[in-house]
């Protein structure tokens, strides 16, 4: 071309968008354009494309990690500083800790947070009633020169704030997690492992939860006891006020109410006797002294939030753990419910048409309308059995079955009909499918793990005990390697996502899209899950959290770091034809489409023609740090590729072009990156520049 740029003949631009999730199964000529031959820590966000993964940080109640703000303040350094010294300004009486120390002679400055007053611009900077600095300017929020330097410092007081947040008090795995009422409570095992206790999340950390006393009465008569009222024992004089009354069996207006007195704590201690309530002489009898409520250790606990028993109060968690006697627990009063079973240890719960299910094995028992301490026929307790130990309820919505309860086990799903037992219709759903338990959730449709992978129940409708029915299939290796260790899952209500998690820290996100699954990706914390929970505030916001078997209980979805490690996140693109299999193309270029909204960075490369050694490879001496993978996953090349290095702060991405070179049939890109400091931007897709060249001979 005369007086301009040459142009290669029939150079062409090819789009590649990013969806579909990770294939590990599909044979690379049949696969679909933009789906992932090996991914981790990335997700399909839901208004497409990949995205890498927010963090997740530890939480006692004390102030988070990622809501920490930091300041820069130049100063003229006589001494040292080091990172988490406590410092205090003379004159102006400014407390703060450091977060870090410019390396820089010039100008100096300390990164501070944790700051209490200001600072002024002139007085000395003292550590330890010792002068190590002066100031040289005032103290400024979110002083850093450049947006790196920002999220850098940003990081570095969370990690000053994350070092106060500790484990829940005791030894062990966390055994369950559960939010009720804006707090969150863990179950851990005590100091010694002879019981387990509950802690609540406070302002101070991590709070012991007293579990309280129970006393059982019979002959409760006309009189009715009721919370807050305080019982005197007739003969001991002991008192207690009551927290909770639980009528078990017979009713006050016919003389033979028995149950339990629920309360915190009592004066002396009552024997057999009589018991008084004011001026209301033998209002019960009882048999002997109040018992402290105690839980044996290492269950496994599962929740369900419900306040059918308290319609205009706050919820109420129902509980069990497979080792104590199911429970009733509002944040305050812990109220063993005994059932009637010989074995009084369910596994799974539920409340479903006004009516508390535990499940015993294959037996499910249920208690009255609206009584969940009462199991007896007469106000229409009752027992069914599906013949196989259950894994999982799932209240279904109405417009699936009439608001049915589906009853998981691992060969069987069952469906419950009706409103009460008058009305019971148990009938199988579909003999020779379950699910593992902890992984069933309901996300617009019921979904879960089976022995064949992740399927959702509309699919077992549709294909029954078949391979058609699993939604997992392009990544049913990873699946296999791992379903026999599946330890919990959740939903993500803000992301429409099913996520599971397994044993060796890894994990799958599923993304729903148009009520589809949109695909499968892996993820590997730096933490084990032993238990998790998804829930909502007051205010509608999503919470996640889940435990681990380090005692720590942690919030997804909340910072830029695994709890202070690193994310490692990469994806890599199946080898991707443009649809032109069997022909070479000469590679030029390629611009990816990202978007963000704050700081972050990555790295860009890619293999040519299968990665094959017949063609010259991006490869050379540049290395950008090794990939520690303990997972197994497909091997990496970080320390061997050559990669173009990108950085977005929110309003533009430089470069916006990577170079290619050489010739092959396809290409395969890589995007990685490794921080913890950085946001998560999206890749909606890579438009490549390229020339048609000749077919493959």
């Keep these: 071309m005369r007086g301009g740029t040459p142009q290669l003949p029939n150079a062409t631009f090819d789009f590649l968008p990013f969806a579909g999730g990770v294939d590990y199964e599909t044979p690379s000529w049949e696969v679909k354009p933009g789906y992932l031959k090996d991914s981790q820590n990335f997700e399909i966000a839901i208004t497409g494309g990949y995205a890498d993964l927010t963090g997740y940080e530890r939480i006692d109640g004390r102030p988070a990690p990622s809501a920490a703000l930091y ?13 988490g010294n406590a410092i205090t300004q ?16 010039s100008p100096q400055y300390l990164v501070i947070t944790k700051i209490v007053g200001t600072f002024n611009a002139t007085s000395a900077i003292q550590v330890a009633a ?32 994350r070092t106060d947040i500790l484990v829940v008090p005791g030894e062990g795995s966390i055994l369950g997690v559960v939010y009720l009422n804006g707090v969150t409570y863990a179950v851990r095992n005590a100091a010694g492992g002879a019981t387990a206790a509950i802690y609540k999340t406070t302002a101070g950390g991590w709070s012991l939860v007293a579990l309280g006393f129970e006393l059982a009465f019979t002959s409760g008569g006309t009189f009715v006891s009721l919370e807050g009222a305080t019982i005197t024992g007739a003969t001991s004089g002991a008192t207690a006020v009551l927290t909770r009354v639980m009528i078990q069996t017979g009713s006050y207006a016919g003389g033979d109410a028995t149950g339990k007195y629920i309360f915190a704590s009592k004066t002396g201690n009552f024997v057999a006797e009589n018991i008084d309530i004011g001026a209301n002489l033998n209002v019960a009898t009882i048999a002997g002294n109040a018992t402290a409520i105690t839980l044996l250790p290492s269950g496994r606990y599962e929740f369900f939030l419900s306040n059918f028993a308290n319609p205009a109060g706050l919820q109420r968690a129902y509980g069990c753990d497979g080792v104590n006697r199911g429970f009733e627990f509002d944040g305050a009063v812990f109220c063993p419910i005994r059932s009637g079973m010989t ?36 106000v229409g307790a009752g027992e069914l059995s599906v013949g196989d130990p259950v894994t999982a309820f799932q209240i279904q919505p109405a417009s699936i079955g009439g608001g049915t309860l589906s009853i998981y086990s691992r ?17 199988p759903y579909r003999p020779e499918v379950g699910a593992f338990a902890y992984t069933v959730q309901q996300l617009g449709y019921s979904i879960f793990l089976h022995e064949r992978g992740i399927t959702t129940l509309k699919a077992v409708q549709e294909f029954g005990n078949f391979a058609d029915m699993t939604m997992s299939a392009r990544i049913q290796s990873y699946v296999n390697a791992r379903r026999t260790t599946a330890r919990d899952s959740m939903i993500s209500r803000d992301k429409n996502q099913y ?36 829930s909502e ?3 509608g ?12 209980v942690r919030q997804l979805e909340k910072g830029t770091s695994f709890d202070g490690t690193a994310i490692t996140a990469y994806i890599q693109t199946q080898y991707h034809y443009a649809k032109s299999l069997g022909w070479l193309k000469r590679y030029l270029s390629a611009v990816l489409e990202v978007k963000g909204q704050a700081y972050s960075e990555f790295m860009f490369s890619y293999q040519l023609g299968y990665n094959t050694t017949d063609l010259t490879q991006p490869l050379g001496a540049d290395q950008v740090g090794v990939l520690t993978n303990t997972l197994a996953f497909t091997p990496v090349f970080w320390d061997s590729f050559i990669w173009d290095a990108f950085f977005w702060d929110g309003t533009a991405l430089t470069p916006s072009r990577s170079k290619l070179a050489g010739e092959a049939e396809n290409i395969s890109l890589w995007i990685r990156k490794s921080a913890d400091y950085m946001t998560p931007v999206t890749y909606t897709g890579a438009r490549i520049r390229q020339v048609l060249r000749r077919q493959v001979r």
């Design 71 to 83: 300041a820069v303040i130049n100063l003229t350094i006589s001494g040292s500083f080091a990172i």
């Design 90 to 105: 003379l004159t102006s009486g400014a407390t703060a800790v450091v977060a870090a120390v410019s390396s820089a002679t």
């Design 130 to 161: 010792v002068t190590q600095g002066t100031a040289t300017g005032l103290a400024i929020i979110d002083g850093a020169s450049t947006p790196k330097l920002s999220a850098q410092y940003k990081a570095a007081a969370a990690s000053i704030y």
């Design 343 to 378: 074995t009084d240890t369910p596994t799974h719960v539920i409340v479903h048409k006004f009516q508390l299910f535990f499940s015993f094995g294959s037996s499910i028992q249920h208690g009255g309308i609206n009584l969940p301490y009462t199991w007896t026929a007469l």
């Design 411 to 427: 060969n069987l799903i069952s469906m419950l009909y009706g409103n009460t037992p008058s009305d019971w219709q148990l009938a």
């Design 499 to 534: 996520r599971i998690f397994f044993a060796d820290k890894s994990g799958l996100y599923a993304t729903i899209i148009n009520g589809k699954i949109a695909g499968f990706m892996p993820i590997a914390y730096a933490h084990d899950v032993t238990c998790a929970v998804s």
């Design 537 to 539: 505030t007051s205010s």
């Design 541 to 552: 916001a999503e919470i996640m959290l889940f435990g681990s078997s380090d005692g720590y």
